[in-house]
């Protein structure tokens, strides 16, 4: 390192980001996390001009109730990039927020997990904006990687472990050993269509509409993948507005309705896992038999999810100490301890 590079150093906070399709976390060094928002831009569009008017916790309380001139985007809604400008300005406007006044010469390093399905285009598109918002330096993790860092499993070791990070919008799994993906798949369903599965329930059998943000309300506060096991579990009400008459109604409905909602999109879960068990070479496979297989993300935290992965797959299944700040931890170690130097790409 140069003298002027470490000048530039002096001072600084390395940042890591965790950039999910629901949540945006970012991690700072020596302070562990100082932001969580969702991964939300609200844009308002003015005479034909499209401009950015609010961004994370701002821009989710506009979702579902904006009027016809602002639209809520999430840019990474799929886990791919669906709009690399808003993606960027949004990247722009959290490391701006962590990073706010400090002086000119405070250059930081900028850790940033990404999907492992994001393309070479996509990387380098949130490399720019990282670059763009002042990091001296980009580095880039793949999300199984730092989701396993985070959740303390043996990555840099030569034993196969497993990790299915569920999210909003997609669920990786990821055989790891040595400090690499052995395998890696991801499935299009995560919190998101667990979401949309409820919405869509009490559309058909109640003629209820609901929005997505009480459905997702719903599925944190009662989900669960199996049929309780006294056959019903907690009862709840749940406002809308009914579709014959139009007007504001209330329904009750219990849990074993709402796991009958989720089941759509939890057996997609399980899918995922058997493909990748299906995938995973033999001596891989013989180390998850013993390490099992850990949840991560919001979406480990359906009610007995645990328990189905485990009784569908004959394997140990446990669930993250914090699977939403995962990640972030995992990308901030990655980050920090040299011992995870080789997880992390410039490229
Ligand atoms: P991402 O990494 O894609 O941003 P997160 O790991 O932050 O996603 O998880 C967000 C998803 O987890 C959302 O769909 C959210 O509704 C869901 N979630 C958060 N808390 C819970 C909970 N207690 N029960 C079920 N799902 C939850
Ligand atoms: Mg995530």
Redesign the pocket.
Same mark, same amino acid.
């Given at each position: 390192m140069s003298f002027f590079s470490k000048f530039l150093k002096f001072g600084s906070h390395n940042m890591a980001i965790?950039l999910?399709?629901?949540?945006t976390l970012v991690y700072v060094e020596d302070q562990g996390i100082v932001l969580d928002e969702p991964?939300v831009v609200a844009i308002e569009t003015i005479n034909g001009i499209e401009r950015v008017k609010a961004v994370g916790d701002d821009a989710k309380m506009m979702m579902g109730k904006t009027p016809d001139t602002i639209k809520a985007v999430r840019p990474l809604r799929d886990g791919v990039i669906a709009d690399i400008e808003v993606a960027e300005k949004m990247i722009e406007h959290f490391i701006r927020k962590v990073h706010g006044k400090r002086t000119l010469f405070r250059y930081p390093e900028i850790t940033i997990c990404v999907p492992s399905g994001a393309t070479s285009v996509e990387k380098r598109a949130i490399r720019d904006a990282a670059s763009n918002a002042g990091a001296s330096e980009v580095y880039l993790i793949l999300e199984p990687m730092a989701a396993a860092i985070g959740a303390d499993m043996p990555v840099t070791e030569p034993v196969g472990s497993m990790v299915v990070?569920?999210?909003? +919008?997609?669920t990786e799994v990821a055989v790891l050993s040595l400090r690499g993906l052995a395998y890696t798949t991801s499935v299009r369903t @995560? +919190?998101?269509k667990?979401?949309e599965a409820i919405v869509s329930y009490v559309r058909r059998h109640h003629n209820l509409l609901v929005g997505e943000t009480t459905a997702?309300r719903i599925?944190?506060d009662y @989900?669960i993948a199996i049929i309780p096991e006294d056959g019903v579990g907690e009862t709840f009400t749940l406002k809308g507005r009914d579709l014959v008459n139009g007007v504001p109604k209330e329904i009750t409905i219990n849990q074993a309705h709402i796991a009958e909602a989720l089941s759509e999109p939890v057996g997609a879960i399980v899918e995922g896992v058997r493909i990748a068990l299906e995938n995973t070479a033999p001596e891989l496979a013989a180390d998850i038999v013993d390490q099992g297989i850990v949840l991560t @993300? +919001?979406?480990a935290?359906?009610r007995k999810l645990d328990e189905h992965l485990r009784e569908e797959t004959g394997l140990p299944v446990s669930i993250a100490e914090n699977?939403?700040t995962c990640?972030a931890i995992g990308t901030g170690r990655a980050m920090e301890d040299p011992i995870y130097r080789g997880v992390l790409h410039t490229a």
């Amino acid at each position: 390192m140069s003298f002027f590079s470490k000048f530039l150093k002096f001072g600084s906070h390395n940042m890591a980001i965790d950039l999910g399709t629901a949540n945006t976390l970012v991690y700072v060094e020596d302070q562990g996390i100082v932001l969580d928002e969702p991964s939300v831009v609200a844009i308002e569009t003015i005479n034909g001009i499209e401009r950015v008017k609010a961004v994370g916790d701002d821009a989710k309380m506009m979702m579902g109730k904006t009027p016809d001139t602002i639209k809520a985007v999430r840019p990474l809604r799929d886990g791919v990039i669906a709009d690399i400008e808003v993606a960027e300005k949004m990247i722009e406007h959290f490391i701006r927020k962590v990073h706010g006044k400090r002086t000119l010469f405070r250059y930081p390093e900028i850790t940033i997990c990404v999907p492992s399905g994001a393309t070479s285009v996509e990387k380098r598109a949130i490399r720019d904006a990282a670059s763009n918002a002042g990091a001296s330096e980009v580095y880039l993790i793949l999300e199984p990687m730092a989701a396993a860092i985070g959740a303390d499993m043996p990555v840099t070791e030569p034993v196969g472990s497993m990790v299915v990070d569920i999210g909003g +919008g997609t669920t990786e799994v990821a055989v790891l050993s040595l400090r690499g993906l052995a395998y890696t798949t991801s499935v299009r369903t @995560g +919190g998101d269509k667990m979401d949309e599965a409820i919405v869509s329930y009490v559309r058909r059998h109640h003629n209820l509409l609901v929005g997505e943000t009480t459905a997702e309300r719903i599925k944190k506060d009662y @989900g669960i993948a199996i049929i309780p096991e006294d056959g019903v579990g907690e009862t709840f009400t749940l406002k809308g507005r009914d579709l014959v008459n139009g007007v504001p109604k209330e329904i009750t409905i219990n849990q074993a309705h709402i796991a009958e909602a989720l089941s759509e999109p939890v057996g997609a879960i399980v899918e995922g896992v058997r493909i990748a068990l299906e995938n995973t070479a033999p001596e891989l496979a013989a180390d998850i038999v013993d390490q099992g297989i850990v949840l991560t @993300g +919001g979406g480990a935290l359906i009610r007995k999810l645990d328990e189905h992965l485990r009784e569908e797959t004959g394997l140990p299944v446990s669930i993250a100490e914090n699977p939403l700040t995962c990640v972030a931890i995992g990308t901030g170690r990655a980050m920090e301890d040299p011992i995870y130097r080789g997880v992390l790409h410039t490229a």
